[in-house]
């Protein structure tokens, strides 16, 4: 079969995931890029980096979820440059033609300059990221019960998560359970529930993109599960042995061995490669700035979706860099580029503000759907219900399922198995 239409797709998340799969039709030739083999669903990650998940039920296989999709095949690659002039795609397997370029290559973690902070406080974007925070977590609790100091126990047993946004305050929930009920048998030398968890962010609250209401509600709902959290606090550096913050215009350390970084993205390397070919700046936060209909000014035959893209259009601030963003522009550029083969056009892409979640722990979270304000049982049901629905295939959603039902039952976390390729002190 003959193709009349290229379209090279770099990056296997949400937004290239559903940018392909607007593209099924005959007369288009897809080609997905990523230097993984497959798609990840980021926002449980944090329930792998705690054992209450394992990487395989939120992960699936690229080639798998298009095995029906004739036209599309997926390419094991790193992506290192574009040439626009000459519409080719710079990989290490080569040079990769297209007609149509979709950029959806996502973000990575942001240090905001201290990248020598990573080692010491790893964040949570992949799934190696999550098995080694899984790794650092439960090796903290197996250093407490072999600690004969009290102080030096209390430091193995402080958990510091800088960052207040979703991820840090789902972190801090699914460590609460961790100490308070998964492990509260495991050890002798000392009791689990002592364990401190401790959110800081420089911010004046918590969940800054939800109401300031449903954000106290998050407050005192981590205060029921020993979560304390402290804003307007920056960190100013960070130890093996823990944090030095200020506060108030006073700077104190905290003594904590484990520190998880969750507090800020940064577009991919690619956005900027991309943006030095097309001779055009970057947006704030490493974001390339796109026209109404997705596409990079200049360029209508290249799209970028998804946390690379900053939309503005007729909004109070750009878009935020969530699943439902990078799905919902992945499905208008594909569908944009299918029509413009037929002849046709689409109005300019706008934007379904389904809402937001933040899970707190068991029976507790918090949910904004439009004027629509949810915190507690219901807001967690509800949370469940939607990140099952949204799981790529089948499988993993009945999978997932049955393992949160056994575990809201059974108070257990199965994958809390400690896995490093080194053998570096688990505080290092």
């Known amino acids: 079969m003959s193709f009349k239409h290229r379209v090279v ?30 798609h990840l669903f980021q926002p449980l990650l944090y329930q792998v980096a705690t054992g209450g998940l394992s990487p395989g039920e939120i992960a699936a296989p690229l080639r798998a979820i298009f095995e ?3 036209n599309l095949r997926v390419l094991m690659t790193e992506v290192r440059d574009f040439d626009l002039e000459r519409k080719v ?14 950029l959806a290559a996502g973000a990575q973690t942001s240090y905001f300059g201290n990248d020598k902070w990573s080692p010491i406080a790893p964040s949570l974007k992949n799934i190696e990221d999550a098995t080694k925070l899984r790794a650092k977590i439960l090796s903290a609790f197996e250093e407490a019960e072999k600690e ?20 840090g305050v789902e972190l801090a929930g699914a460590l609460s359970e961790i100490a308070n009920d998964a492990l509260r048998e495991d050890f002798r030398s000392f009791d689990p529930e002592d364990a401190r968890i401790m959110i800081i962010d420089a911010s004046p609250r918590i969940l800054g993109a939800f109401s300031e209401k449903l954000a106290k509600s998050a407050e005192r709902q981590l205060i029921e599960i020993n979560v304390r959290c402290r804003n307007g606090v920056r960190v100013l550096g960070i130890t093996p ?11 104190e350390f905290i003594d904590a061995r484990t520190v998880i970084w969750a507090a800020g993205v940064t577009g991919s390397p690619l956005g900027a490669a991309l943006a030095k070919a097309a001779k055009v700046e970057l947006a704030r936060g490493g974001k390339i700035e ?38 919902q522009m992945g499905d208008y550029a594909g569908d944009l580029i299918g029509k413009r083969l037929d002849g046709k056009t689409k109005p300019p892409f706008r934007y379904w503000d389904k809402g937001n ?18 915190s507690g049982y219901f807001a967690w049901l509800l949370w469940a219900f939607i990140h099952v629905l949204y799981l790529v295939n089948f499988q993993s959603r009945i999978i997932v399922a049955i393992r949160w039902g056994f575990d809201y039952f059974s108070f257990n976390r199965g994958a809390r198995l400690i896995t490093r390729q080194d053998q570096q002190p688990p505080g290092s």
């Open 9 to 38: 797709i770099v990056g296997g998340g949400f937004g290239g995931l559903h940018t392909g799969k607007a593209l099924n039709r005959p007369d288009v030739e897809v080609t997905i890029l990523d230097r993984r083999n497959y």
């Open 68 to 70: 029906m999709q004739k």
């Open 357 to 374: 979640m933040a899970v707190i722990g068991r029976r507790r979270a918090v949910a904004q759907i439009g004027k629509l304000e949810f």
């Open 89 to 102: 795609v710079l990989s290490d397997m080569g040079e990769i033609p297209y007609d149509s370029l979709v």
């Open 148 to 167: 004969s100091d009290p102080e030096r126990r209390r430091a193995w047993l402080t958990f510091l998560i800088v960052g207040g946004g979703p991820t």
């Open 290 to 327: 796109v026209a109404p209909d997705c596409s990079l000014p200049g360029y209508p035959d290249i799209f970028v979706v998804g946390d690379l893209a900053n939309f503005q259009h007729g909004l109070e601030r750009s878009l935020p860099g969530v699943c439902q963003t990078a799905m």
């Open 241 to 251: 042995e823990g944090a030095t913050v200020q506060a108030n215009g006073q700077q």
